[in-house]
């Protein structure tokens, strides 16, 4: 699962959001790391859509345009939640992996 599909999932997770409020939402979640542009979004939307892992909740008349209001399904969901336990076992592995090879200082303390 790609970093911007991770975040775009769980910018989902509390409510359906309509594409601007998925960017805000992502940016506020990753702390400005993940800055999505329009055509990255919809591009990882369609692909989320098509594996059944977000769908259209809605659509509403907004200034003239309609906004699509995206929503996470219990596949999504799923999917969220078994990278999210991936990525804590990965970063776990990884910080033991330092820990054991961090080199000794000076003092003896390592």
């Known amino acids: 699962m790609t970093e911007p599909a991770f ?7 509390d409510t359906p959001r309509h594409g ?3 960017v805000s939402e992502v940016n506020q979640l990753s702390e400005g790391r993940v ?4 055509g990255t979004l919809y591009g990882v939307l369609d692909r ?3 594996d059944g892992l ?3 909740d809605r659509e509403e008349p907004h200034q003239g345009r309609l906004r699509r209001y995206y929503r996470l399904t219990e596949q ?12 804590a076992a990965n970063a776990e592995a ?5 820990a054991a ?3 000794a200082t000076a003092g003896g303390l390592g």
């Open 7 to 13: 975040f775009i999932l769980a910018a989902l997770v």
């Open 20 to 22: 601007y409020g998925i």
């Open 35 to 38: 800055a999505l542009k329009i």
């Open 48 to 50: 989320l859509v098509a």
């Open 54 to 56: 977000v769908e259209l």
């Open 76 to 87: 999504g969901l799923t999917a969220l939640s078994e990278q999210v336990a991936r990525q």
């Open 94 to 98: 990884a910080a033991r992996r330092l």
């Open 101 to 103: 090879h961090r080199p």
